[in-house]
């Protein structure tokens, strides 16, 4: 873990009724890669009691925690974009039913406010030089797909297929995914309804795609993301070109869902 940062709001705007996009600057941020899209970072906010956010430091390479009623919560989100002219950071927070204090704080952000940083994580979300592209995953993962999508070789083939929620809209535009690649995707939308079995599985196998040269992004729901890694490594799908990351669990808090979280990832 690299040193924990301060970032400031710089701006914060509704682009969708699902999505927050909140625009952060702060010194280190030049840490960034170029080749960033949908690149993991955590962000930490101060609990509801606190009138000033503490981070944890980095004391001979081991991360030291504020006491427990300073820690501050943590939550994972994707690098949206990242402007190394403006030294800008954009993250797009999903807008829930039922808040938390990440989706809280994205939605009234002022400029000046202060949030804590760390990362980016390492680990690539796609194999550039595959003949085609597959992404897969819901409104959590849509970030780091549009990421994705703006970074891939101009002229390859993207089929995209999401996980929307009942009643939300079949439509990239209406759901705020503003990519800067338009030529090539193919966009598919299917219903969230937690039996992935019949609504995901089912829509990949009417898409009949060829997996012998493809790169594939799965991120979202636990069970949507642990089924269809296991399909496509049964259907012989090199590790090197399948990425896939569970972003939370149904049911579940980050807190909880931590530890499985990490042990799907390592299996």
């Not at 009623?69 to 797009?92: A, C, G």
């Not at 990351?245 to 390592?266: D, G, I, K």
Request: net charge negative.
């Amino acid at each position: 873990m690299s040193e924990p940062l301060l970032l400031t709001v710089v701006s914060s705007t509704q682009i969708s009724p699902f999505f927050q996009r909140v625009t952060f600057t702060g010194e280190g941020l030049q840490r960034i890669p170029d080749e960033s899209a949908g690149l993991h970072i955590k962000l930490f906010f101060k609990q509801s009691h606190q009138s000033e956010l503490v981070l944890p430091r980095l004391v001979d390479d081991r991360v030291q925690w504020p006491e427990k009623h300073k820690k501050p919560v943590s939550r994972t989100y994707s690098i949206r974009r990242y402007s190394r002219q403006f030294n800008s950071l954009e993250v797009d927070f999903v807008l829930h039913d039922h808040p938390g204090i990440a989706c809280d704080f994205a939605a009234q952000a002022s400029p000046g406010d202060s949030v804590g940083f760390a990362g980016p994580g390492p680990k690539r979300l796609y194999d550039s030089l595959s003949g085609s592209f597959l992404l897969v995953g819901d409104l959590s993962a849509v970030p780091a797909i549009a990421a994705v999508v703006d970074e891939l070789p101009e002229g390859t083939p993207v089929y995209v297929l999401i996980e929307v929620p009942e009643n939300a809209p079949l439509s990239a535009v209406e759901l705020g995914i503003d990519c800067l690649r338009q030529v090539n995707i193919t966009w598919h939308f299917v219903t969230q309804t937690f039996d992935p079995e019949v609504s995901l599985l089912g829509k990949l196998k009417q898409l009949n795609l060829d997996y012998s040269n493809v790169s594939i992004t799965l991120a979202g729901e636990h069970h949507s993301v642990v089924l269809l890694r296991d399909y496509f490594r049964n259907k012989g799908v090199d590790s090197n070109r399948l990425y896939a990351v569970p972003y939370w669990r149904n049911e579940l808090n980050e807190e909880a869902y931590h530890e499985e979280r990490h042990e799907v990832m390592e299996a």
